[in-house]
């Protein structure tokens, strides 16, 4: 592609709309955005799959989980592939290690670190392209993507959550007790929203709907609903090339 492709692509990539999906740990931020994403044929950023990446780097090179230069370099340098719903860091599978509670706990960590947060802003931005983005995660609405069509943060009861997660484990095959994912949902909460970059808050402007009770199939019809009632999508067209 021309350079002036590029310019045209980025320009109107910056314009495609965006469906943000916020909220706590198991608030089935994952699954919902998934189900939008794919009704709308929208692209998909899980964000934490990149914190959970950094995480599992530091965890195998021996980086520690306090020092935000390294981390952030780490975070600068991922050389990872997204494909097919599977992720390849260095070529190496790792779409099912990511999800591992040890990975999960240090992941949170690794995201309080400024640097660290600043370093994945712009992969992030990366994924808005037509015909739009479905993004979940923690500062999708607040930080990365302001400007979003459709804000959404979601919530559930911890013991709710603990036990959604319960059930994903043992689908998967392993072994945990409600009691301890409880203990780790409410310690994650707690770093996650106290920490002084990025907190875990709904935008100001963002709908926020509790889950606890609701099946996925709902939760999915209520963002689609709320994003159908924004009004239609606006394709513009690509900056010096006029339809005449
Ligand atoms: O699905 P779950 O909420 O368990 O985890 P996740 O969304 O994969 O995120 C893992 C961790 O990454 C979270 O506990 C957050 O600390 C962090 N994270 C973040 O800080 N900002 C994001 N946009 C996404 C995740």
């Given at each position: 592609m021309s350079a002036a492709g590029e310019a045209n692509e980025s320009a109107t990539s910056a314009n495609a709309p965006v469906i943000t999906v916020d909220g706590p740990a198991a608030s089935g931020k994952g699954t919902i955005a998934a189900g939008v994403a794919q009704a709308q044929g929208f692209h998909l950023l899980d964000s934490g799959s990149l914190y959970r990446l950094v995480a599992l780097q530091a965890l195998e090179s021996g980086i520690?989980?306090?020092g935000g230069a390294a981390l952030a370099s780490a975070a600068e340098n991922l050389d990872v592939v997204f494909a097919g719903g599977r992720i390849r860091l260095e070529s190496r599978d790792v779409t099912d290690r990511i999800r591992g509670e040890d990975v999960s706990a240090a992941a949170s960590q690794v995201a309080v670190h400024a640097a660290v947060r600043t370093a994945l802003l712009g992969r992030q931005r990366a994924f808005r392209r037509w015909p739009g983005l479905v993004a979940d995660g923690r500062d999708m609405g607040t930080v990365?993507?302001?400007?979003?069509r459709l804000k959404v943060f979601l919530t559930a009861s911890p013991e709710e959550r603990a036990y959604r997660r319960y059930k994903q484990l043992i689908e998967k095959g392993i072994s945990s007790t409600i009691d301890g994912l409880l203990r780790d949902i409410r310690e994650r909460d707690a770093r996650d929203a106290e920490r002084?970059?990025?907190?875990l808050a709904p935008a100001a402007d963002a709908v926020v709907l509790d889950?606890?009770?609701?099946t996925i199939a709902a939760a999915v019809r209520f963002v689609l609903d709320r994003y159908q009632a924004t009004g239609p999508d606006r394709p513009e067209a690509p900056a010096g090339k006029v339809d005449r």
């Amino acid at each position: 592609m021309s350079a002036a492709g590029e310019a045209n692509e980025s320009a109107t990539s910056a314009n495609a709309p965006v469906i943000t999906v916020d909220g706590p740990a198991a608030s089935g931020k994952g699954t919902i955005a998934a189900g939008v994403a794919q009704a709308q044929g929208f692209h998909l950023l899980d964000s934490g799959s990149l914190y959970r990446l950094v995480a599992l780097q530091a965890l195998e090179s021996g980086i520690a989980l306090d020092g935000g230069a390294a981390l952030a370099s780490a975070a600068e340098n991922l050389d990872v592939v997204f494909a097919g719903g599977r992720i390849r860091l260095e070529s190496r599978d790792v779409t099912d290690r990511i999800r591992g509670e040890d990975v999960s706990a240090a992941a949170s960590q690794v995201a309080v670190h400024a640097a660290v947060r600043t370093a994945l802003l712009g992969r992030q931005r990366a994924f808005r392209r037509w015909p739009g983005l479905v993004a979940d995660g923690r500062d999708m609405g607040t930080v990365v993507f302001p400007d979003a069509r459709l804000k959404v943060f979601l919530t559930a009861s911890p013991e709710e959550r603990a036990y959604r997660r319960y059930k994903q484990l043992i689908e998967k095959g392993i072994s945990s007790t409600i009691d301890g994912l409880l203990r780790d949902i409410r310690e994650r909460d707690a770093r996650d929203a106290e920490r002084v970059v990025a907190p875990l808050a709904p935008a100001a402007d963002a709908v926020v709907l509790d889950t606890t009770g609701m099946t996925i199939a709902a939760a999915v019809r209520f963002v689609l609903d709320r994003y159908q009632a924004t009004g239609p999508d606006r394709p513009e067209a690509p900056a010096g090339k006029v339809d005449r």
